[in-house]
């Protein structure tokens, strides 16, 4: 049973076009994470959260973290086939970072 | 700088055989986390050491699994009798503290159990 639910599982899109993928729990988080794995690699960081309501910017990808510290969303604005990936979020519980990671979205933008 | 590296990059191991998987964790990282990736799951936390001793092996699933830091920098995990349900890909990260921080992640051990 994963800690963390990431919706959707699939996401399927065209060059240009924005994509928001979500990821939710019942748990409270000291901090979030959010990554993306390719295939035959391990996940790399994309952004860390650690303040409820807090929202990041990474050039055109922008994550926030729920107020409540229980969910997070990444938004990406004109996708481009570079961004294909399988985009994962991680919830940290203990202050020393053991993170729990949700099943992930796999995301694919098609020229 | 050389990143995370671990070998071999696939094992290939019959039922019942010992394997043994290893990782190279960036050079002064004194945090170490093995995970474990099935297929269409995210990485499950399996054991986290900090220096040469395992702070945390909650996730190990049972006792023929089983991980080293001696000299806290390699770290090998080691999987006896193995089960066909073992078969996934092994991941390995380290960071420079262990806090909430940038976990740097191996390309992992692809591992087939027939």
């Known amino acids: 049973t994963q800690l963390l639910e990431q919706s959707p599982q699939f996401l399927s899109i065209q060059e240009g076009e924005n994509l928001t993928v979500y990821c939710n729990s019942s748990?409270?988080?000291?901090?979030l994470q959010w990554y993306r794995q390719e295939p035959g690699e391990g996940p790399v960081l994309l952004v860390t959260?650690?303040?409820?309501?807090e929202v990041k910017k990474l050039k055109r990808l922008t994550f926030q973290f729920g107020d409540a510290r229980k969910d997070s969303s990444l938004h990406i604005t004109a996708a481009q086939p570079g961004d294909t990936g399988l985009y994962l979020c991680a919830g940290a519980t203990d202050s020393w970072g053991k993170f729990q990671f949700g099943a992930g979205t796999q995301v694919v933008v098609t020229p | 700088g050389a990143g995370v590296s671990q070998t071999p990059s696939n094992k290939v191991t019959e039922k019942g055989k010992y394997v043994e998987l290893r990782c190279d964790p960036i050079s002064g990282h004194t945090a170490l986390y093995w995970y474990r990736q099935s297929l269409g799951q995210g990485p499950e936390f399996l054991i986290y050491f900090q220096g040469t001793g395992a702070a945390d092996d909650s996730g190990l699933p049972n006792d023929r699994f089983f991980a080293v830091r001696p000299e806290g920098s390699v770290s090998t995990l080691k999987i006896q009798r193995t089960e066909r349900g073992d078969s996934a890909v092994y991941l390995c990260a380290s960071s420079p503290t262990g806090e909430p921080d940038t976990q740097y992640f191996g390309p992992g051990t692809r591992l087939t159990v027939l």
């Open positions: 748990s409270v988080f000291s901090s």
């Open positions: 959260v650690v303040t409820g309501g």
